[in-house]
């Protein structure tokens, strides 16, 4: 089986350390299901070809350069929630075992959790998304005009180094040049990308981070966890497709959702949206946030 070749297994680490943000050594021997001895000849094996596989803090990634792992990496692109739900579809199918159990093979074979394909962009996406992706080619800081920030509540310029693309050329990975921070910028908050002369500065601190479940980016840490009814679980999966892997049923009709996230805002949302609907179990600081929420909601009434 390909599965079974040492090179086939190689390739897929390569894909997987090419990624988005950088693995633990244990999230990648899970990957492969693989020792961890055979984990480390792997590493070694490919900074002897010649990729430059970094290390920190306990975590590795491959940084791309010029190499053929940059190219690989654009063009099999797949945010975790598309390729779950292109896993669900292909379950699907009707009357087609064989070929939809081969599709099931390749997918979970060949693509990590953060890859998907991704189309022309020049022929399909707007003059700002080429002006970023030539400056992401090239090595180039953009300025953002009047970027509407959900965060800081401000329209201002932003100038940045933009290093990738995210949610199919909707949002961009970019090194905010003012705040000395990675960020993620979306594309409709944007009046206009303008090319500068200016050249990368902080190549080597551009990083981006996980996504969680609700969309959310950043570590996961934070504990959630709250019960809900049938209509509740329906719209939370419906909405958030990857929230079905953390939710269990603990009684006819009834189901606990319980999944480490990034930030409470996307759960919290949710849950106040459906608050006849479901009941808080924890943890403090998941129901201490949504009581913040509540107590700030008062003056609609």
């Not at 633990?24 to 590493?43: G, H, Q, V």
């Not at 551009?206 to 996504?211: A, D, G, K, M, Y």
Request: net charge positive; proline share 4%.
């Amino acid at each position: 089986m390909p599965q079974d070749n040492k090179a086939f297994r190689l390739l897929r680490l390569l894909f997987f350390l090419s990624g988005s943000y950088p693995k633990t050594r244990k999230e990648c021997t899970d990957f492969l299901n693989i020792r961890e001895s055979a984990f480390y000849n792997y590493r070694n094996e490919l900074i002897a070809i010649g990729f430059n596989l970094r290390q920190k803090d306990g975590k590795y990634w491959v940084e791309a350069e010029d190499k053929p792992t940059h190219i690989l990496a654009n063009l099999l692109h797949f945010s975790e929630e598309e390729a779950y739900v292109l896993a669900k579809s292909i379950d699907n199918i009707e009357g087609h075992m064989l070929p939809a159990k081969r599709l099931k093979q390749k997918l979970v074979a060949f693509l990590n959790q953060d890859k998907a394909v991704e189309a022309y962009l020049e022929k399909e996406k707007p003059e700002m998304v080429s002006i970023l992706h030539k400056a992401i080619k090239n090595k180039k800081q953009v300025l953002l005009k009047n970027y509407a920030s959900g965060n800081s509540q401000t329209i201002r310029n932003r100038r940045v180094e933009p290093f990738e693309f995210k949610d199919d050329f909707n949002l961009v990975w970019a090194y905010d040049t003012d705040v000395k921070l990675n960020r993620q910028f979306k594309i409709c908050r944007m009046e206009d990308v303008l090319e500068t002369p200016f050249c990368w500065e902080y190549e080597r601190l551009h990083r981006s981070t996980p996504v969680d479940v609700f969309r959310n980016t950043g570590e996961p840490n934070k504990h959630v966890e709250f019960e809900l009814n049938v209509r509740a679980r329906n719209l939370l999966m419906e909405e958030y497709p990857l929230t079905e892997k953390y939710i269990t049923e603990i009684s006819k009709n009834h189901f606990l959702f319980k999944a480490l996230v990034a930030k409470y805002e996307g759960p919290a949302r949710f849950v106040l949206g459906m608050a006849e609907d479901i009941c808080m179990v924890g943890d403090d600081g998941f129901r201490k946030f949504v009581k913040e929420k509540t107590n700030k909601c008062k003056h609609f009434l």
